[in-house]
């Protein structure tokens, strides 16, 4: 399976983002991911193979939804009240089918996208 990361950009604090992660067959349980400059990746954010369990970083909680849409084999990350901390390199993650539920864990996942590069100006 491969995945293709879209939705990046350059915005103002404050304003809204959607990316999205777009994957060439079915996959299992799908995550975000996020690089920033001169630090190590984190986990964003990550939602079950069948979309009913979404789990977040405590940093993102409240401003980014995650979500699926298994018609489109693709998954979204809705940024909202977008601080400069959020600049980063955003990268997908997914899981091959049989793996349902979420996880944090950068090892759990097989699958990733090339990343898209988010920057918030203040």
């Known amino acids: 399976v491969q995945l293709q990361a879209s939705g990046g950009g350059s915005v103002q604090a404050g304003e809204p983002l959607r990316l999205s992660c777009a994957a060439s067959?079915?996959?299992?349980?799908m995550a975000w991911f996020r690089q920033a400059p001169g630090k190590e990746r984190e986990f964003v954010a990550a939602?079950?193979?069948?979309?009913?369990?979404?789990y977040y970083a405590v940093s993102m909680r409240g401003r980014f939804t995650v979500s699926r849409d298994d018609a489109k084999n693709t998954a979204y990350l809705q940024m909202n009240s977008l601080n400069a901390e959020d600049t980063a390199v955003y990268y997908c993650?997914?899981?091959?089918?049989?793996?349902?539920?979420?996880?944090?864990?950068?090892?759990?996942?097989?699958?990733w996208g090339q990343g898209t590069h988010v920057t918030v100006s203040s």
């Open positions: 939602i079950s193979r069948s979309g009913g369990t979404t």
């Open positions: 993650a997914a899981s091959p089918v049989v793996f349902t539920s979420t996880s944090s864990q950068s090892f759990d996942y097989s699958y």
């Open positions: 067959g079915r996959t299992g349980r």
